[in-house]
């Protein structure tokens, strides 16, 4: 989801939402930083509305720092009340989310969480009425007071006994909000919020970082989320674009209006804009004396979704309290979206693996195959539906035993390797196609030869933090155009015809989502440790009619060359 749409305040982390919000008052940063125990988002956005009305209500209940407090004031009371109602929010939303999680509910298991629910209920009851737990009361009151240290020590025993009560009810209420939830009814979610303060968040404009200051600073947590070389190139564009219209002014000083005029000046672009043009002359002065044709409204809509991320991203750092920039994508005009993706077809992906290269074991230009990912790399594009870069970063050990199945692993655990999203962390069953044709002996052997720390391919270079390239050209250059096929036959269009078939032996989105690396909110971990259903599921793809022809794997001496730049 393009981050413009998620509110500032939310962050995801290991597939978990956060609410994080700061407030000033009184001269002071106050953070609140609270996990919301979900990975949908709309629940966390909902949880985060509610949070934000208790944590205003809790800074504005803080008064003047300076003021002599009683024990247990009104306004100590109402600070620990409201930290007691988002700890009931986060409770709720545990309970309920792990719930909504099971894949499958069944009356009987409906009936197990209410009586489950009942019997805590009963319980919490009757020693809220006896309060007859005495060496529990320091524990329960803190589960509150942990968060409000500075109250512990001016709190009295009946202080602390009246805190382990209230939480003790707000467990009880917690209880029976988990049960109105699960039943379907209304919940107190659906309350309107009481109206708060506005003054204790306001913090005054003041002097604000230049953009190039800013976007420094975006540069260096960007590499420090990972981020390949070619992507920190981009940016570096982008930074070049922004200045060379706005100027290196403070962020402040940008209005709407001036936001809006780059947002509309975006479709006008001519192509090929070097970044060492943008920062020797002003946009405008650009736009308006180029001869060249005008940059497609799709690349356009991308320009506008990096420049809205990295000014979403100034807001989020209180540099600025509202974006300049316009956050709606750029109109684009009506599509068939299935043209984008046309998959290879069966009688074309037969072409491919009909060349004596997987028949005869015959190289292109040798009479050996030159290297080896020229044979395994594109049966693994099909049989996996990998991206081709995810096949060509591929280190020998990334082809796991998980359980019993043999599985490619795509992670992101060396330098060299990158995810395209951190979905697309994941494993994928081997096809029992690509073991029929040699793949695990072809490791084995691999592995005896140059051990397991070695990349399965060294013969494919990296160009430009991509090793995709190389293979791409040498496929599209052999497979494709030598043998007279249409554009769409390359080694990622094996990617949509593995999930075209995928899509006709189930009707799970999520399993699909999971084989394909595409996002999914349905399951907690990227790598789970049982296999057995997605081998099952894989293994029921028939690729026999594309693959019947192609001769397997013998042994290393099959190759004209294990290493070496392809």
């Known amino acids: 989801m393009p981050s413009n749409n998620i509110p500032h305040y939310l962050y ?3 597939h978990t939402w956060w609410f994080r919000k700061r407030f000033v008052a009184q001269s002071k940063v106050i953070e609140f930083r609270l996990s919301l125990k979900t990975s949908s988002l709309k629940r966390a956005q909902l949880l985060a509305l509610h949070l934000q009305t208790l944590c205003l209500h809790m800074v504005a209940s803080l008064g003047d ?43 009987e298991d409906l009936d197990r969480i209410l009586e489950d629910i009942d019997t805590c209920l009963t319980g919490l009851s009757g020693r809220i009425k006896l309060d007859n737990r005495p060496h529990l009361r320091q524990d329960e009151a803190n589960i509150i007071l942990d968060k409000l240290p500075h109250l512990k020590s001016s709190l009295s025993e009946s202080d602390i006994q009246e805190i382990a009560r209230q939480v003790a009810l707000g467990k009880v209420q917690s209880l029976e909000d988990t049960r109105e939830i699960i039943l379907g009814r209304k919940s107190r979610w659906n309350q309107p919020s009481p109206a708060v303060p506005q003054s204790a968040f306001i913090d005054e404009q003041e002097e604000t970082p230049t953009l190039s200051e800013l976007f420094d600073k975006y540069a260096e947590e960007n590499k420090a989320k990972g981020h390949a070389g070619r992507t920190q190139k981009k940016y570096d564009w982008y930074r070049a674009l922004v200045i060379s219209f706005f100027g290196d002014v403070q962020v402040h000083t940008i209005t709407g209006t001036m936001g809006r005029e780059l947002y509309e000046n975006l479709s006008k672009l001519p192509l090929n804009l070097q970044q060492e043009e943008l920062s020797a002359s002003p946009l405008l002065e650009l736009i308006q004396n180029s001869d060249s044709k005008r940059i497609a409204l799709v690349t356009a809509g991308g320009h506008q979704g990096k420049i809205a991320n990295f000014f979403d991203w100034v807001v989020d750092r209180k540099h600025i309290k509202s974006s300049p920039f316009p956050s709606k994508s750029i109109p684009q005009p009506k599509r068939n979206h299935k043209d984008d993706r046309q998959s290879v077809t069966d009688d074309e992906a037969k072409l491919v693996f009909s060349h004596p290269l997987f028949t005869n074991h015959m190289g292109i230009k040798t009479q050996l195959i030159q290297h080896p990912h020229h044979y395994f790399l594109p049966l693994i ?4 539906g990998m991206r081709t870069g995810e096949v060509a970063q591929l280190y020998i050990d990334d082809i796991e035993d998980v359980g019993g199945v043999h599985c490619i692993r795509v992670d992101k655990r060396r330098d060299d390797q990158w995810l395209k999203t951190p979905n697309a962390k994941r494993y994928i069953p081997l096809h029992k196609e690509i073991v029929r044709l040699g793949f695990l002996n072809f490791i084995s052997d691999l592995k005896e030869k140059v051990g397991q720390e070695s990349r399965l391919f060294p013969n494919i270079p990296l160009i430009q933090d991509s090793y995709s390239a190389k293979p791409s050209e040498w496929f599209i250059r052999n497979f494709r155009d030598n043998l007279g096929q249409p554009k769409h036959v390359t080694l990622h269009g094996f990617r949509h015809l593995f999930r075209d078939k995928l899509a006709n032996v189930t009707d799970s989105e999520e399993r699909i989502c999971r084989l394909m690396g595409h996002q999914t909110s349905n399951y907690g971990s990227s790598l789970p440790t049982s296999q057995r259903v997605m081998q099952d599921l894989v293994n029921s793809i028939d690729f026999q009619d594309i693959t019947s022809d192609v001769k397997p794997y013998t042994s290393l001496c099959m190759f004209h060359q294990l290493n070496g730049r392809a």
């Open 12 to 14: 995801k982390r290991n």
């Open 65 to 107: 720092p300076n003021q002599k407090k009683n024990l247990m004031d009104s306004k100590t009371k109402q600070t620990i009340d409201s930290m007691l109602r988002a700890q009931i929010a986060e409770w709720t939303a545990e309970e309920t989310e792990r719930w909504f999680d099971r894949p499958e509910r069944t009356g």
């Open 381 to 384: 594009c099909l049989t996996t």
